[in-house]
């Protein structure tokens, strides 16, 4: 693996290169993105991949790419912006993509901007929500984990993120009347460090989540969009988001192994199915070509 950074306006984009460029047997690279997840949580997904070269990188602001803009928000259309100057960077011609999360979001913003970029993206679970039918409600429930966590810091605050996303179905007055979660139930830390700038629990993250694709866009590219989903998050909200978003497509989720980190192999102490999660993505892949 080589590192390598692209210096762009707003930000010093650090990013990995698995294998050689140009590529072996004229296959396009695989790029691996998330958000607000860096390179890092892709760790054991590129190690299944060793006949592909493989992309992960830093979102702007994220991880090793430090931002010079001086902003602290995180947008879908400029970290879009960001991967058309690295794949332009890259000169291997348009790649293939699998987007995690709001990695996932910020491709359909980067299809819908350069849709000669991307031939296949695969978009797992994006967390849109615009296309749930409960929209207000999951509003209201993201104020209340980012609310959590201002009053009283990261601990607590992904102890509120955990119960709001697993949380199965629409969001009802039964969610909203549970107890603030106790962060030790979780093993999360109970002491409060100060810090208020975490990029998944405070609100700087929210114009992801907000966003709003362009179906007519996306469905006019010439790129091949699959929505993925895990099959133990099918009623969750990030699953729920998926099947919506399939469906505006005109397409049918497809099903992956495990949840919505299913592609992790201990990366943050999270550990899906990693292997069948690859064999999917590779088949997935593979039945473009």
Do not use: C
Request: no cysteine; charged share 20%.
């Amino acid at each position: 693996m080589s590192t390598h950074t692209l210096r762009i306006p707003g930000v010093d984009l650090v990013y990995d290169v698995r294998g050689p460029l140009p590529t072996a047997g004229g296959r396009p690279p695989l790029v691996l993105i998330g958000q607000p997840m860096d390179a890092s949580g892709f760790g054991t997904l590129a190690s299944h991949f060793p006949e592909r070269t493989v992309i992960t990188y830093d979102p702007r602001g994220l991880g090793r790419s430090a931002r010079t803009d001086g902003r602290t928000d995180n947008t879908p259309e400029t970290q879009a912006a960001d991967l058309h100057a690295l794949i332009a960077e890259l000169g291997a011609g348009p790649v293939e993509m699998f987007g995690s999360s709001g990695g996932a979001v910020t491709a359909f913003a980067l299809v819908t901007a350069h849709p000669g970029d991307v031939t296949t993206l695969v978009a797992h679970e994006p967390p849109l929500i615009s296309v749930v039918p409960d929209a207000p409600a999951v509003e209201r429930a993201r104020v209340g984990v980012r609310d959590v966590y201002q009053a009283k810091g990261w601990g607590a605050g992904m102890a509120a993120f955990i119960a709001m996303t697993t949380w199965q179905g629409e969001y009802t007055d039964d969610y909203f009347a549970q107890p603030v979660p106790d962060a030790a139930e979780f093993g999360m830390p109970t002491e409060d460090d100060g810090s208020r700038d975490d990029p998944l629990l405070s609100d700087r993250s929210w114009a992801v989540s907000s966003y709003e694709p362009d179906v007519e866009a996306l469905t006019a590219a010439p790129t091949r969009v699959v929505v993925a989903v895990g099959e133990e998050s099918l009623t969750a909200f990030t699953g729920r988001a998926s099947l919506a978003m399939a469906e505006l497509l005109g397409q049918q989720a497809t099903v992956f192994p495990s949840h919505h980190a299913g592609f992790m192999g201990g990366e943050f102490g999270q550990t899906g199915q990693p292997e069948a999660f690859a064999r999917k993505l590779r088949d997935v892949l593979e039945a473009t070509t």
